[in-house]
C-alpha cells in the first residue's frame, strides 16, 4: 500500500485568492486523482494528474479553475483559484498502484473560503 | 457504464449489535469492489476489497463483505458493533480489467453507534 500525505490539513481562505494543495506519495503509483467532497456528500473526482503532462479533468472541472500539476510519479499540486464560497469543501488527493485499481488516500485538505 | 447504490445513507445500531451495509453494483463487466471508511476529519481507508476467487471477503476491524453476483450485491457486515465502528463508509466499484479502470463511489452511509 501507499502512504499518502497532503498539506495544508485545513485553510480558510478570502474570496478571489487561489491556494495550492501538495499531495506526496510514499511509493511510486501508476496513477493520481484529485477529488472534492462536499460537506455530507460522496467523492466528485476532478481530474487525473498526469505526470508530466496536462490533467485529464472530469465533466464540469476546467483547468483554469483547478490547474493541476504532477512533475513526477510521488507528488502533485492541485490549486484552487479564484476562490468563491461554493469553493469550500474538502480536496482528497489519492494514489493508485498497479493491481485492482486499489486506491490510497490523502488525509484531506479542508477548505473554508469566506 | 459503471454505477453504486448504497441504501441508507444513515445507519444506527446499538453497541453489540449486527453492523449491515448496503450495496448494490451495476458493471457491464465482471467487478472489482471495494469498501472503504472514514473516520471524521480524515481521509478515506480501504476496508476490504473483492477482486477474484473467494466470495466472502475479510477486511480490518472485523468486517467482511460477500460478493453476491446474482444479487449485483456486496453488502458490507460486522458481527458486534462497537463505538469505534463510528464512521461513513463507502462503496465503490471498478471494472474488472488490465490497466487503469475510473473507480466510482457510492453516496455513503454513516453508521452511528448508539451506547
Known amino acids: 500500500s501507499a502512504v499518502i500525505s497532503q498539506k495544508p490539513s485545513r485553510d480558510i481562505c478570502q474570496r478571489g485568492t487561489s491556494l495550492t494543495i501538495q499531495c506526496q506519495v510514499d511509493?511510486?503509483?501508476?496513477?493520481m486523482f484529485w477529488y472534492r467532497q462536499q460537506p455530507g456528500q460522496s467523492l466528485t473526482l476532478i481530474a487525473t494528474?498526469?505526470?508530466?503532462?496536462?490533467?485529464?479533468?472530469e465533466s464540469g472541472f476546467v483547468i483554469d479553475k483547478f490547474p493541476i500539476s504532477r512533475p513526477n510519479l510521488t507528488f502533485s499540486t492541485l490549486t484552487v483559484s479564484n476562490m468563491s464560497p461554493e469553493d469550500s469543501s474538502i480536496y482528497l488527493c489519492?494514489?493508485?498502484?498497479?493491481?485492482?485499481?486499489?486506491?490510497?488516500f490523502g488525509p484531506g485538505t479542508r477548505l473554508t473560503v469566506l | 457504464a459503471q454505477s453504486v447504490t448504497q441504501l441508507g445513507s444513515h445507519v444506527s445500531v446499538s453497541e453489540g449489535a449486527l453492523v449491515l451495509l448496503r450495496c448494490n453494483y451495476s458493471?457491464?463487466?465482471?467487478?472489482?469492489l471495494f469498501w472503504y471508511v472514514q473516520y471524521p476529519n480524515q481521509g478515506l481507508q480501504l476496508l476490504l476489497k473483492?477482486?477474484?476467487?473467494?466470495?466472502l471477503v475479510k477486511g480490518i476491524n472485523g468486517f467482511e463483505a460477500e460478493f453476491k453476483k446474482s444479487e449485483t450485491s456486496f453488502h458490507l457486515t460486522k458481527p458486534s458493533a462497537h463505538m469505534s465502528d463510528a464512521a461513513e463508509y463507502f462503496c465503490a466499484v471498478s471494472p474488472y480489467s488490465g490497466g487503469y479502470q475510473k473507480v466510482t463511489f457510492g453516496t455513503g452511509t454513516k453508521l452511528q453507534v448508539i451506547p
Open positions: 511509493s511510486q503509483v501508476t496513477m
Open positions: 458493471s457491464s463487466v465482471p467487478p472489482y
Open positions: 473483492y477482486t477474484t476467487g473467494a466470495t
Open positions: 494528474a498526469n505526470q508530466g503532462s496536462e490533467a485529464t479533468y
Open positions: 489519492s494514489g493508485q498502484g498497479t493491481a485492482y485499481n486499489e486506491q490510497f
